[in-house]
């Protein structure tokens, strides 16, 4: 993929963990609110991706930011989730969401 | 403080699933297809991106948004983008407008049902 | 909400503005009217039974399923589905693990190879409620997930797309790979229902 080669290079591996930003800005954002603040585990690397918030604004998005499959445990999430303490919930998180 | 647009909805309480199943009219179809032209997911007449089209699709007022259709509000939003991008441009759009509108009085306004999925 | 009932007054507010964006379009020569048709008729051509066989595929090919898992756009390219742009992950249900898909923020589906989205799919209903309380929604679904199995809820909020490998269902050892594709819906494919062997199987060349 040409734009994988043009994109920054991926900070996290399958297995960290990382934390997603909390942080409420103006614009087109691809990171759901409910997911804001909370932490999970790399399940996998998407790729490289052009931004987003830069897309949404005409411009080009480059470079790529890598892109993480992140899953959480449904009872960090939700305060009082009712469902298997096992139970995931799994998202799509920008290098630039993670702090 | 603007925590969570309109659109960003999950977690939020709410009713109910309906399970209601809605073939496509016609023109939501044609809405369909010029959104999957413009953004050249095919053909070759990329002039936007789904982002552009996703962000005016959030610009709209929520009580808009909630009562609008899914088609009806990609087809503003498109629109907007358009606009937007100076593919067109209001004053195009008005014109263009009022047109239709003097031609919908004709039997072109007869009711087109499709049978969707 | 808009009314359910799939017809519309003639000339709404948004149809106007579809006909009028759209000759605008073409008067500019942006697109074209016979490019129009041919994405809505390519459009109509996708649909759930894209995916469903590419779960019986995976149900009797082993192989097959391991590429399907490791890459959803090859493997339906593989099976002659044209997907572009689509980047698809197929998820596997398991006695273990269940899967359900959502896109909270929009509606995105994997609609290159499944076609349109169902309307329920795209309600806030669903897109709300599903990431919080999956049992109970799936539970309105008629889907009863026991309490030992993991859930797991993807929302597809950013490039990829999702779609369900449901687990294949007992008795059915003996089925071909077309009867098996009759046992999965759409709804298998998102993750709301589970594949149902019909009480009165009806009679099928198989």
Redo the contacts between chains.
């Keep these: 993929m040409t734009l994988e080669k043009l994109g920054t290079v991926p900070l996290y591996g399958v297995g960290a963990r990382v934390r997603v930003r909390r942080a ?1 800005p ?10 804001r603040g909370h932490a999970g585990v790399v399940e996998r690397i ?2 490289a ?1 052009p931004n ?2 830069e ?4 411009r080009d998005g480059l470079p790529a930011q890598p ?1 993480y ?1 992140v ?1 959480f445990r ?1 009872k960090d999430v ?1 305060p009082g ?4 303490a ?9 290098q630039h969401w993670i702090e | 403080m603007i925590e969570r647009g309109h659109h960003d909805m999950g977690g939020l309480p709410a009713g109910k699933v309906r399970r209601t199943e809605h073939a496509y009219d016609d023109w939501e179809l044609r809405v369909d297809a010029m959104m999957m032209l413009l953004i050249g997911v095919v053909g070759d007449s990329k002039r936007m991106t789904v982002d552009e089209l996703r962000k005016n699709v959030e610009a709209l007022a929520p009580a808009d948004y909630d009562k609008m259709g899914y088609y009806d509000r990609w087809v503003i939003s498109l629109t907007q983008t358009m606009i937007q991008r100076g593919v067109i441009t209001s004053d195009d759009l008005a014109r263009k407008l009022a047109q239709v509108q003097r031609r919908g009085l004709s039997p072109i306004s007869r009711r087109q049902r499709t049978k969707g999925r | 909400m808009r009314k359910e009932t799939g017809s519309y007054q003639p000339y709404s507010y948004f149809q106007l503005m579809e006909i009028s964006l759209r000759e605008l379009l073409v008067e500019k020569g942006v697109v074209t009217e016979d490019a129009i048709a041919g994405a809505m008729a390519a459009m109509r051509e996708r649909g759930p039974e894209r995916g469903a066989a590419m779960v019986a595929r995976a149900w009797l090919d082993p192989a097959y399923k391991a590429r399907m898992l490791a890459d959803g756009s090859r493997a339906a390219e593989e099976l002659g589905f044209e997907v572009p742009g689509l980047r698809l992950i197929v998820v596997e249900n398991t006695s273990d693990t269940h899967n359900v898909i959502v896109c909270t923020l929009c509606s995105c589906y994997p609609r290159m190879l499944l076609g349109l989205p169902p309307e329920w799919y795209k309600s806030r209903p669903y897109r709300s409620r599903v990431v919080r309380e999956p049992r109970k929604v799936l539970a309105e679904f008629g889907t009863k997930i026991p309490p030992k199995v993991q859930i797991r809820v993807h929302d597809s909020n950013a490039d990829m797309r999702y779609m369900v490998l449901p687990l294949r269902p007992a008795g059915t050892e003996r089925w071909s790979e077309e009867r098996l594709a009759g046992l999965v819906t759409r709804d298998c494919l998102i993750g709301v229902a589970l594949p149902q062997i019909p009480k009165k199987p009806k009679s099928r060349k198989s």
Excluded: K, M, N
């Excluded at chain 1, 103006?26 to 997911?35: A, E, K, M, S, V």
């Excluded at chain 1, 897309?55 to 005409?58: D, E, G, M």
């Excluded at chain 1, 989730?81 to 298997?84: D, F, P």
């Design positions: 409420a103006l614009g087109h954002i691809r990171t759901p609110f409910y997911i998407c790729g991706f987003p918030e897309l949404a604004q005409q892109l499959r899953r449904q939700w989730y009712r469902g298997g096992s139970d995931v919930i799994e998202l799509e998180i920008f």
